[in-house]
């Protein structure tokens, strides 16, 4: 093999589409292995403890905690730096995105009422998963215009923050208040050397691993650490002229070295040890029950319904514009496929419920309610090629 490497694999690293695909095949083998033979050892195997913890919850509370520092990353770089850095950029992604967390969540409510428990899991529905949505749209290629790509991972990650905003205001409890006081000091440190521009990255990654220890031990869910600590790594905005650009900076730096592994490390463990569901025992009045209905409906209808309705909100009485080069077609393409809620939707359910009957009527739904979201959003773009308007 050449020094370059298999360049057909190096492609694949970089698509766009490839986190996206990569987590479907993860997602199916663990589907695949909880209805097998191995399902005794798969489900064994997650309960194990690996020190205080089981292996399930060092995947959940410490892997995932990577996971939320490249998402707190991505949201600090466009909101420094990137297609949210203005407030013009920033209304018509921001405003569908509050539609497309508000309704999914008010469709699950209307579906659970009745059931007080159940209720807790209203935030399910609200996320989407940017891998998932982005690598089904990079696989239409040249059909969908630059600016809806950019329009969708604009969304995500303000549907990014508003999950986390959610995780640690309706998902905290029994709070250490030492333990809280002491990951305060940890911050005001890591703000400390921000303030001193400290550019050498070892320092923040220390602190940050004490913020997620006293974290974890707080009450607070520990996977929040991790955005904490993005937001203090220093970042550098990009020059109009490319020639002046000063060395990356720590942000950028972390970002660009974390990309590949959480990409196609920490989200497939997490997919792997989370999506594995039994079908044993599973009746059509199993999914008809009002906690799969209501994840699922909110994924689909809700998504569709509070972000192409945004938007057209939006459009129609002229505080925005239709992203360029983009149909209303497309826009409601695209609106489906923010009713993939893979990864994020599984963690706020695994939050929701301690239950694992309605653990797996989560992870049912969020399956159904994907697959419909994503199989018609691709649907309906491939259909509507002919309508991109080209510039003038």
Request: proline share 6%; charged share 10%; net charge positive.
């Amino acid at each position: 093999m050449s020094k370059t490497g298999n360049p057909t694999f190096r492609r694949f690293l970089n698509s766009e589409a490839s986190g996206g695909i990569v987590l479907m095949i993860v997602a199916a083998l663990a589907i695949a292995t909880a209805n097998s033979p191995l399902a005794p050892a798969y489900f064994d195997g997650l309960h194990a403890y690996l020190g205080p913890l089981s292996v399930q919850h060092w995947i959940n509370d410490a892997l995932m905690a990577v996971f939320f520092l490249m998402v707190g990353l991505e949201i600090k770089r466009e909101m420094t730096d990137g297609q949210l850095s203005t407030w013009p950029r920033r209304i018509l992604p921001g405003i569908a995105a509050v539609g497309g967390m508000a309704v999914p969540a008010l469709i699950y409510v209307a579906f659970n009422l009745g059931n007080p428990a159940a209720l807790r899991g209203w935030a399910i529905p609200s996320a989407t998963d940017i891998a998932f949505a982005l690598g089904v749209l990079s696989l239409l290629g040249p059909r969908v215009p630059v600016s809806l790509k950019v329009f969708l991972a604009a969304l995500a990650i303000i549907d990014d923050l508003g999950a986390v905003i959610v995780i640690a205001l309706f998902y905290t409890s029994n709070l250490s208040v030492p333990d809280l006081v002491g990951a305060g000091v940890v911050v005001l440190m890591l703000v400390a050397i921000n303030m001193r521009r400290v550019g050498h990255l070892t320092p923040y990654l220390i602190l940050g691993a004490v913020l997620w220890v006293l974290v974890l031990r707080s009450g607070i869910h520990a996977t929040l650490a991790g955005v904490v600590l993005a937001l203090t790594i220093p970042i550098t905005r990009t020059p109009a002229k490319p020639e002046a650009a000063p060395a990356q900076s720590p942000l950028h730096r972390l970002e660009h070295w974390l990309q590949k592994p959480v990409a196609f490390l920490v989200v497939p463990i997490f997919g792997f040890a989370n999506a594995g569901v039994s079908f044993a025992g599973v009746t059509p009045a199993v999914l008809a029950e009002p906690v799969t209905l209501g994840v699922a409906a909110g994924l689909v209808l809700g998504k569709l319904i509070g972000v192409f309705g945004s938007v057209a909100l939006m459009v129609r009485t002229g505080l925005a514009d239709l992203p360029a080069q983009a149909s209303w077609m497309q826009v409601l393409g695209v609106s489906l496929l923010c009713g993939i809620g893979f990864t994020m939707s599984l963690f706020i359910g695994l939050l929701a419920f301690d239950d694992p009957a309605l653990q797996d009527r989560v992870k049912f739904g969020i399956l159904i309610g994907s697959v419909i979201a994503g199989t018609a959003g691709y649907a309906v773009l491939r259909m509507v090629r002919g309508e991109v308007r080209s510039p003038r």
